[in-house]
């Protein structure tokens, strides 16, 4: 889901002539203003070649201009362009300090490179000027969350919606905040409320943003309102699909769930996830042969641990416990830290009779100093010598 960097009080389009005019009333000054005017009425069309002509001219009539300096940067941001950008922000700061439109363009400059320290204390910088740009407020919570700062971003966040109340970029960026903190249930609260602000035209993203929430929290029937939703407004959408797929999952319906997972593999018939996914689901329905057939076509693509298990499980499931003994095995001298496939080993071995190899699969997991609470409470089980499943 898109951050808030598309909520601009500014844009590189309205540029800083679009508040400011030059008060001199001479002719250099006219001239420079209406170059200014020029470049950016050219950038806001996408012409940023021609744009960068007139900026340039006023540099050839004034060296170090602001409002040049300005227009080449957010020419040059526009254009994916960001260091380029950031020197020209940085040439203007040098002649001009404090100007806003530099300050606000090299901040998000570092931004696109993910310099969210340096984001943050450009941000700041502007803020002394002007601490109820909401738009600048939202950016700096952004960067706070992207360096996982979660009382400072959600700080500023409050902030804005004390200003706004129902700003949506805050709301959304609340979401992410609790939902990058596992919070599920908050984020839940802020993105719903992105329902109520506008039920008629609810962004798509805001609705598998919720069906996540309910995915993490296991309430699949909940989730599958909220994917069925983004699907009608996209039917090909992947995330909607994939959220589909999971709930049902979940629901133990796997037979709706391979609908699902087909759907993502005709647009995309080489992802790898995908194919182990459909898989999982073929397998648990007892369709051993076709999901064969998924787990060696991920395979096909590049080794995948969770195609090898799901064959590893196909043999098991067929009774050909040495078999998958001995694909587990292999397994696991490539991933000696997967609770699972100690557990699924020995289940093998208990399926087998074998009582003692499968209580020393899982005291050989624990010698490893990985914590797992399922290996744990298999291996309690066997001890006591009580049912395992």
């Known amino acids: 889901m898109a951050d808030s960097e598309k909520n601009e009080k ?24 209406e170059l200014s005017k020029k470049g950016y009425s050219l950038l806001k069309e996408n012409r940023t070649e021609e744009a960068k002509e007139a900026f340039k001219q006023i540099l050839s009539i004034e060296d170090n201009n602001n409002y040049a300096l300005v227009g080449l940067g957010d020419c040059e941001r526009k254009k994916g362009k960001i260091n380029t950008a950031v020197e020209y922000y940085t040439k203007c700061l040098a002649c001009h300090p404090g100007n806003n439109y530099a300050l606000f363009g090299l901040a998000d400059c570092y931004k696109a490179l993910n310099q969210y320290h340096k984001a943050i204390d450009i941000w700041e910088e502007y803020l002394v000027h002007d601490d109820r740009n909401i738009t600048v407020l939202t950016r700096v919570a952004d960067a706070y969350r992207k360096i996982r700062d979660f009382k400072q971003s959600k700080k500023l966040y409050l902030q804005v919606l004390d200003m706004e ?17 596992k919070e599920y249930k908050d984020a839940l609260f802020y993105w719903t409320k992105m329902l109520e602000v506008n039920p008629q035209n609810v962004d798509i993203r ?16 909940k989730g599958l309102i909220y994917f069925e939703k983004a699907l009608e407004k996209d039917p090909d959408n992947f995330y909607a699909l994939f959220g589909l797929a999971d709930c049902y999952r979940g629901l133990n ?12 593999l005709e647009q995309d018939p080489k992802n790898k996830v995908i194919l182990t996914r459909a898989g999982d689901a ?36 067929k009774g050909k ?3 998958a003994i001995d694909h587990l095995q292999k397994l696991i001298r490539d991933d000696d830290k997967n609770y699972r ?11 087998k009779n074998d009582k003692k190899s499968a209580t020393e699969v899982l005291q050989s997991f624990q010698k490893k100093g990985v914590k797992s609470q ?14 395992v499943f």
């Open 374 to 387: 399922a290996v744990n409470d298999m291996l309690e089980k066997l001890v006591a010598d009580k049912p």
């Open 253 to 264: 319906q796997q037979f709706r769930s391979i609908e699902y997972w087909n759907k993502i």
């Open 10 to 33: 500014y844009t590189v389009e309205d540029g800083p002539q679009a508040i400011i005019e030059p008060k001199a009333e001479d002719g250099i000054a006219n001239e420079i203003s």
């Open 165 to 181: 109340e129902n700003n949506a970029y805050a709301l959304i960026g609340l979401g992410h905040l609790h939902y990058d903190f």
């Open 321 to 323: 416990y040495d078999e």
């Open 282 to 317: 073929y397998r648990n329905m007892g369709d051993y042969d076709t999901a064969t057939e998924y787990y060696n076509r991920a395979m096909d693509i590049d080794f995948d641990i969770y195609a090898a298990l799901g064959l590893a499980l196909i043999c098991k499931g």
């Open 341 to 351: 496939l100690y557990i699924d080993l020995a289940d093998c071995y208990l399926r």
């Open 206 to 221: 805001v609705l598998t943003s919720i069906g996540n929430c309910h995915r993490k929290l296991k309430t699949f029937d």
